[in-house]
């Protein structure tokens, strides 16, 4: 069993900062991606921030600037630092991994239950 266990969201002014963190854990032989994503009601999910292994990352373009995202590869672990946060940054944010379990020869992708982000003005 694997699970993706997300930390870190709540409630805070705009322009504030959050720090989301994620940790995988069970049966793991490789991960290939880990990240973030986001809904807000009535939308889709969207990419936010995604690192794959040889550290190659992708941003959504608003988020830019703003948003890092830091990998732990040791401890399979992702976090994302938000600051100068908005009020379109409220949404569920989802821990992403595309991994492989032991005993697996393929990548699967996995989430995680979802943490809250609220932005107030």
């Known amino acids: 069993q694997v699970q993706l266990v997300e930390s870190g969201g709540g409630l805070v002014q705009a322009g504030g900062s959050l720090r989301l963190s994620c940790a995988a854990s069970?049966?793991?032989?490789?991960?290939?991606?880990m990240g973030w994503y986001r809904q807000a009601p009535g939308n889709q999910r969207e990419l936010v921030a995604i690192e794959r292994s040889g550290a190659s990352t992708n941003y959504a373009d608003s988020v830019k600037g703003r948003f890092t995202i830091s990998r732990d590869n040791a401890k399979n672990t992702v976090s994302l630092q938000m600051n100068s946060l908005k009020l379109e940054d409220t949404a569920v944010y989802y821990c992403?991994?595309?991994?492989?379990?032991?005993?697996?020869?393929?990548?699967?992708?996995?989430w995680g239950q979802g943490t809250q982000v609220t932005i107030s003005s």
């Open positions: 069970g049966s793991i032989f490789s991960i290939n991606v």
């Open positions: 992403y991994a595309v991994l492989r379990r032991s005993g697996s020869y393929s990548y699967t992708d996995y």
